[in-house]
C-alpha cells in the first residue's frame, strides 16, 4: 500500500454514504439546507410557475438551455417518433403473470427494448444520445401499454398532436383529458425529473461508469427506483390513505404508526432538512384536483397527517406524499404510481449517464473488512456444525 493511499481499516465508514460528495454535476442542485432545488440552474418554483410542458424540461436537462419554440417542437416531434415499442416487447409483457408488480414489468421490458434498438451495438455519444430519447419516449409507452393489458383494453398509439402528458393520459384512459387534468401531469412530470445524485441516479452512474450501455443503466435505475425508500413511497402513501376512511381516524392511525416506530411513507428526506420544494407544488395541484372530483375529504385526511407528522416528528412531506394524490385524482391505480415516477426520471438518468460517459472514471468505493483474517482450511470430511448458542 503507498503511502498516499486511504487504509480503509482505518477510516470511519459513512452509513448510507450521507455527505458523501461523489460526482459533480450541473444538471440539478438539492440544496437542502434552504430546501432548493435547481435544474441546470433554474429554481424549481421557477420552473414550475412557468414551463410549458415537460419535454421543454427534458430539453433543459438534456442541452443545458431551455429551447426556442421550433427546437421544442423539433424535441416534441422526435420523442412522438420514437414512442412505439417493438410488438415483441407488448408481446412480453402481456405473458408475464397478472400478479407481478408493474415496477418488475417495467423494469423487464426496458431491458428487452435494448435487443430490438437498432443503435444497441453503437456507444457513440450521438447513439447514446438517440438511445436516451428513445428511452424518454418509450417508457411512458410501456408504462400505459401495460395498464391496458392489464385491464384488457386495447393498447392505444400515441396522437402526434397531443403532448407527452397529453398523451399519457389518453394512452392510460382513451380519452383526451381536460385542460386541468394534463396540466397537473406535465407538473407531474416535470417535478420529478430530476433530484441531483438520488439513489437510482447514483444506480445508473455506477452501471454507465464501468462503460456498459445506456440501456443497462437504466435497467439498474430502474431496480433502484422500486424501493420503498425511493420511488416506492409514492404506491405505500396511496395505500395508507385509502385505510384512513374518515378525518377523525387520523389522529389515532399516525400516532399509533409513529409509537411502532413505523415510517409514515411520503415522509422525510436524506437531504432536505426543511419542507421538499416539490411538495409545495404537488400539494396545491392535489387540493384543487380532489376539488374537481369533489373528494375534498382525501386531501384534508392527507393535510392533517402533515400536521402530526410536523408536530411529532419534525419531519416534512417529500415529493411522494402528494404525488400519490395527484395520481389518484387521474386515475391512475397506486401499482402504476412509481412507473410514472420512472416516465419522468427517466429524463434526469439519461442527462446523468451522458454525463457520466463525457467524464467517466470507474465508481469503486471501496469498505472496512471487518472478518477474520488467515482461518485454517478445514477438508470438508471433517466440518462440523458449531452448536447454535441459545
Ligand atoms: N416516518 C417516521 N420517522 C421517520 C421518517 C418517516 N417517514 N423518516 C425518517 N424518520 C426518522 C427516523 O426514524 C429517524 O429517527 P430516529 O433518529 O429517532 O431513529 C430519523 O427520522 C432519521 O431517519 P434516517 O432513516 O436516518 O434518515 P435517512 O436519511 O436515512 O432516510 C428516508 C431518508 C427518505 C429513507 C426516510 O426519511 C424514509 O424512510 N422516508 C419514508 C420513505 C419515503 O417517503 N421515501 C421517499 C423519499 S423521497
Redesign the pocket.
Known amino acids: 500500500m503507498s503511502e498516499e493511499m486511504v487504509n480503509p481499516q482505518e477510516t470511519t465508514v459513512v452509513r448510507?454514504l450521507?455527505g458523501v460528495v461523489a460526482a459533480e454535476t450541473d444538471i440539478s442542485f438539492v440544496d437542502g439546507v434552504h430546501g432548493d432545488l435547481y435544474y441546470k440552474g433554474y429554481n424549481i418554483h421557477e420552473i414550475a410557475d412557468n414551463t410549458i410542458s415537460y419535454v421543454e424540461i427534458v430539453y433543459l436537462l438534456l442541452n443545458g438551455d431551455l429551447p426556442t419554440r421550433e427546437q421544442l417542437d423539433h424535441l416534441r416531434r422526435a420523442i412522438v417518433t420514437e414512442m412505439r415499442v417493438p410488438t415483441q416487447v407488448i408481446k412480453m409483457m402481456e405473458i408475464m403473470p397478472p400478479s407481478s408488480h408493474p415496477m418488475d414489468v417495467l423494469r423487464t421490458a426496458v431491458s428487452a427494448l435494448s435487443h430490438f434498438d437498432p443503435d444497441a451495438f453503437d456507444n457513440s455519444l450521438e447513439a447514446n444520445r438517440r438511445k436516451g430519447i428513445r428511452l424518454i419516449a418509450q417508457i411512458p409507452t410501456l408504462v400505459t401499454s401495460l395498464y391496458r393489458i392489464r385491464n384488457n383494453l386495447s393498447i392505444l398509439s400515441p396522437d402526434p398532436q397531443l403532448n407527452m402528458a397529453q398523451n399519457i393520459l389518453y394512452m392510460f384512459h382513451g380519452s383526451i383529458p381536460d385542460e386541468r387534468f394534463y396540466r397537473a401531469m406535465d407538473l407531474l412530470l416535470l417535478l420529478h425529473a430530476d433530484h441531483g445524485l438520488n439513489a437510482s441516479t447514483f444506480s445508473a452512474r455506477v452501471t454507465a461508469s464501468t462503460h456498459a450501455d445506456m440501456h443497462s443503466a437504466v435497467t439498474s435505475a430502474l431496480a433502484t427506483l422500486k424501493g420503498?425508500?425511493?420511488g416506492g413511497?409514492n404506491e405505500r402513501v396511496m395505500k395508507m390513505l385509502m385505510k384512513i376512511k374518515f378525518i377523525e381516524e387520523v389522529e389515532e392511525y399516525i400516532h399509533s404508526m409513529?409509537a411502532q416506530g413505523q415510517?409514515?411513507?411520503?415522509?422525510?428526506?436524506?437531504v432536505y432538512k426543511k419542507e421538499d420544494p416539490r411538495a409545495r407544488h404537488l400539494r396545491t395541484i392535489s387540493e384543487e384536483l380532489c376539488r374537481l372530483n369533489e373528494n375534498e375529504q382525501f386531501f384534508e385526511i392527507a393535510h392533517k397527517i402533515e400536521d402530526i407528522v410536523l408536530k411529532a416528528?419534525g419531519?416534512y412531506p417529500?415529493?411522494?406524499f402528494y404525488s400519490a394524490i395527484v395520481q389518484h385524482a387521474l386515475g391512475i391505480p397506486p401499482e402504476f404510481y412509481t412507473t410514472l415516477f420512472a416516465a419522468s426520471r427517466i429524463s434526469g438518468w439519461v442527462s446523468h449517464i451522458l454525463d457520466q460517459y463525457a467524464n467517466n472514471r470507474l465508481i469503486r468505493p471501496t469498505s472496512k473488512y471487518t472478518g477474520e483474517y488467515n482461518r485454517k482450511f478445514v477438508p470438508i470430511e471433517e466440518r462440523t456444525i458449531e452448536p447454535a448458542v441459545s
Do not use: Q, S, T
Not at 415510517?263 to 436524506?270: A, E, L, T
Open positions: 448510507g450521507e420503498p425508500l425511493h413511497a409513529l415510517r409514515v411513507m411520503g415522509f422525510g428526506h436524506r416528528k419531519i417529500n415529493v411522494d
